[in-house]
């Protein structure tokens, strides 16, 4: 079982920063692809970023790219993302997920996920 847990979330005005992290376990990190992915109430859930087993490789939705940057510390086992630019649209609660893949933007493509930090973003 691997645990992500995520932290950094809150309320933020349009145009702010915030970085979200996720502490996961050690014994598998720096093996497995991760992502971010969020979660806005009445919405589906929307892929964010995600980043290879090495951090060489990121992918971005068109909706954060330019905006948001994800990373990642194996010395440190923690995911990162630094949020940018914020619009209120990007209130949701986020999610980091370690994938089955080296890099994925499917969400089925995840199969450990955190419990989530919400993320609100005013006007």
């Known amino acids: 079982q691997v645990q992500l847990v995520e932290s950094g979330g809150g309320l933020v005005q349009a145009g702010g920063s915030l970085k979200l992290s996720c502490a996961a376990d050690?014994?598998?990190?720096?093996?497995?692809?991760m992502g971010w992915i969020r979660q806005a109430p009445g919405k589906e859930r929307e892929f964010v970023a995600a980043i290879s087993p090495m951090g060489s490789m990121t992918r971005y939705a068109d909706s954060v790219k330019g905006r948001f940057t994800i990373s990642r510390d194996a010395t440190k086992n923690t995911l990162y993302l630094q949020m940018n630019s914020l619009k209120p649209d990007d209130t949701a609660v986020y999610y980091c997920?370690?994938?089955?893949?080296?890099?994925?933007?499917?969400?089925?493509?995840?199969?450990?996920w955190g419990q989530g930090t919400q993320v609100t973003v005013s006007s």
């Open positions: 997920a370690q994938s089955v893949y080296p890099l994925t933007e499917k969400s089925d493509g995840y199969n450990y």
């Open positions: 050690g014994r598998t990190f720096s093996s497995y692809g």
